[in-house]
Nanobody
């Protein structure tokens, strides 16, 4: 069974940075397309970023372009999200997600595997 586990969330001041990690086990991580999603209380789960299995193609929601960077280290079975210039509206639980096949942007229902989430809180 494929398992994903996020880490690296926490409390950060407005304008600060965090790096989230997602450790994968139980499958061939280097064949998975991966994404980050986030969900704030009372809101729908929102697409943040995606990366293909090789890592050469990346995709970002307009709200995070220029501030967040998705990357992966297939040798370590780990996905990353570097978040810079954080704003209060970035506050949410962040989830990593994976799927076998092509990279799909913006559709949480298309992803087969999910982590438990990690809380990111940005204080103003």
């Amino acid at each position: 069974q494929v398992q994903l586990a996020e880490s690296g969330g926490g409390l950060v001041q407005d304008g600060g940075s965090l790096r989230l990690s997602c450790a994968a086990s139980g499958g061939k991580f280097d064949t998975f397309a991966m994404s980050w999603f986030r969900q704030a209380p009372g809101k729908e789960r929102e697409f943040v970023s995606a990366i293909n299995w090789r890592g050469e193609n990346t995709y970002y929601a307009d709200s995070v372009k220029g501030r967040f960077t998705i990357s992966r280290d297939n040798a370590k079975n780990t996905l990353y999200l570097q978040m810079n210039s954080l704003r209060s509206e970035d506050t949410a639980v962040y989830y990593c997600a994976g799927r076998i096949g092509r990279t799909i942007v913006g559709s949480p229902g298309s992803y087969e595997y999910w982590g438990q989430g990690t809380q990111v809180t940005v204080s103003s």
